[in-house]
């Protein structure tokens, strides 16, 4: 079965220190992974999509980047936080059934100081 | 634009029933998802309504009217554990999803 792990699970980070969250997907080939962004009050907003290795799509124009070095892995990251990076940070992929819902990770609680 | 609007809060007592709605004004529609989230923690999928109309699964319905834009999770014998977050999306003609701020259900004794 398929499974998506993303980690750290909670971070608290200064601003302008650098970032980086990590999600693996098991269990599938060549998934669709996502990264989301939820405040507080919030709907999800979508980050970043990756379609392959090395295709990556942002959304929003924001400090924050994406990578895709294997197929299965998605890395996010910033050089430099700010306070308004603080959020719950979640890793999903898309199933492959008719509906395509998401399946998400653990998510990632970050408070920037 | 695009718009999903669903209620902020909402309270309901155990073994009651509570309908939680939501309308959305999307570029096409391409289906719409129901998910479950407790706090702190991910969401999960509760549902998914491409067609009109009411789809079952246990306690938990959804219904849809597309040209309404219009769909609501109906909760059967509510549960303390149902005490969550519950959030509707949208799949747009891009087939990206538009996610609305979610409802948070309050369940009393």
């Known amino acids: 079965s398929q499974t998506i792990h993303q980690w750290p699970a909670t971070l608290v980070q200064p601003v302008g220190s650098p970032l980086s969250l990590e999600c693996t997907v098991e269990?599938?080939?060549?998934?669709?992974l996502y990264w989301y962004r939820q405040a507080a009050g919030r709907g999800l907003q979508l980050l970043f999509y990756?379609?392959?290795?090395?295709?990556i799509s942002s959304e929003v124009p924001q400090n924050l980047s994406a990578s895709r070095p294997q197929d299965r892995q998605f890395i996010l990251s910033s050089k430099k936080l700010l306070l308004s990076d603080s959020g719950f940070y979640l890793c999903?992929?898309?199933?492959?059934?008719?509906?395509?819902?998401?399946?998400f990770g653990e998510g990632s609680r970050l408070t920037v100081l | 634009g695009q718009n999903i609007d669903q209620p902020t809060e909402m309270t309901a007592t155990e073994g009651a029933i509570v309908q939680i709605n939501c309308t959305y004004q999307?570029?096409?529609?391409?289906?719409l998802f129901w998910y479950q989230q407790h706090a702190g923690e991910a969401p999960t999928f509760l549902s998914y309504?491409?067609l009109d109309g009411l789809e079952e699964k246990g306690r938990f319905s959804s219904f849809l009217s597309r040209s309404k834009g219009y769909s609501y999770l109906l909760l059967k014998e509510l549960q303390m554990k149902d005490s969550a977050s519950y959030l509707c999306?949208?799949?747009?003609?891009?087939?990206?999803?538009?996610w609305g701020a979610g409802t948070k259900l309050i369940i009393k004794p």
């Open positions: 999903a992929w898309r199933g492959p059934g008719d509906t395509g819902e998401l399946f």
């Open positions: 269990g599938t080939s060549n998934p669709n």
């Open positions: 990756s379609v392959g290795i090395g295709q």
């Open positions: 999307t570029s096409g529609f391409n289906g």
């Open positions: 309504n491409v």
């Open positions: 999306a949208v799949m747009d003609s891009n087939y990206q999803l538009i």
